[in-house]
């Protein structure tokens, strides 16, 4: 029989709220936003960042910084789990979601090919040598690899990686999974939602009634998920459990979610009902929650909806900006974070209650008392997941 009980045991994340764990919880709890000026490139859009000023970075110049952030994350991953030294005999999986290192992104590279013709093709090395599934498993010398794959799908590509993991493991692919997302901040994205004018000028207020756009940020988000029952094996008993995933497509629009969030609402019963579970068994929401205008008034109806007008929820992209394909692996990290500490934090830059959407983010560092949580992601294309977490 197909193993069910899919547990979570290690948590790794890097983003400008924190270079690990520790140092997140610390910024959530102090209310801490590290958003500024970009320095990684030159820029004229004078919008403010969540960059990582001190990540870890490999030895090897040749890699994207994405790759550097995936690792860092992972690597806290792993030592959580206690697989410092290897996975023995298991049959590993790796799945992990990005937008910024699916493309080569290099505009030095394309300018001097443009006006002379050639351009050395360093960059084109990086490229293909940052595959972040391919290239994971190399620096942690996993040789028996089942399953390896990279999910490019907007800016739910960390949640899906994290469902395309859980589907392996219960089909018995794999007896483990390294999954999340990570991303970088680059010129080609920062450029790209400028032009669609949903960035702001100031600090991103999520579901606020004035909210003006949102930050772009970079991270890495990452779980390890097992079989419960080879977590038993290894004299681990684990408090955390990926119960559910739902993914649905409503293909409303390129860039804009469908007005009335049938999508996202049928994810969420897609990955309630996976769970055995129902909207009154959860305990908080980590919403999506970008604080563009769209997103924001979607979601926040849809929510509301599903499960009732005293809802948690919150978006933690006041604290991270929106990490594009790291945002759903970061998330997850966090609402795993809610159920083990027993706390969220507030919904930073939210002041004020929105009338069309009706009902307000958690305000204020709260208790949670429940054993459930839901993470969403909204992405372009129409794309919408979900993810049920457990604690016991």
Known sequence: MPETNIAITGLGAVSACGNDINETLQNFSDGARNA?????????????????????????????????????????AILEAEFENG?????????LGTTVASQLNDTDFYRQYLNQ????????????????????????????????????NACSSGTDAIGVGLSWLRNDYCDLVIAGGADELNRVPLDGFGS????????????????????????????ILEKETIAHKRKKT????????GLAADAYHL?????????????????????????????????HGTATKDNDLVEGKVLAK??????????????????????????????????????????????NIDPGIGVAPITHKTKISGNCAVSTSLAFGGNNAALVITRN
């Open 196 to 223: 669609l004018s949903v960035v702001s000028k100031s600090l991103c207020a999520p579901f606020d009634r004035d909210r003006a756009g949102l930050n772009l940020g970079e991270g890495a988000g990452i779980i």
């Open 87 to 95: 996975f023995g005999n298991l049959r590993v999986g790796i799945s």
């Open 255 to 287: 860039t804009a979610p469908r007005p009335d969030g049938s999508g996202l609402e049928q994810a969420l019963e897609q990955a309630l009902k996976e769970a055995n579970l129902k909207p009154k068994d959860v305990a908080f929401i980590n919403a």
């Open 117 to 152: 013709g050639s351009a050395p093709m360093n960059s084109v090395d990086r490229y293909l040598k940052s595959n972040l599934a391919q290239a994971l498993a190399q620096f942690f010398k996993i040789t028996k690899i089942n399953f390896c794959t990279t999910i490019v």
């Open 306 to 351: 599903v499960f009732g007008k005293k809802v948690k929820f919150l978006s933690t992209k006041g604290f991270t900006g929106h990490t594009l394909g790291a945002a759903g692996g970061l998330e997850a990290v966090f609402a795993c974070l809610g159920l083990r500490h027993g706390w969220v934090p507030a919904c930073a830059g939210f002041m």
């Open 36 to 76: 500024g000026k970009v320095t990684l490139f030159e820029s004229e859009l004078h919008y403010p960042v969540f960059q990582i000023n001190n990540p870890t970075l490999l030895d090897d110049p040749f890699t994207m910084r994405t790759l550097n952030l995936a690792f860092q994350a992972a690597q806290e």
């Open 238 to 245: 684990p408090s955390l459990f990926l119960k559910g995933y």
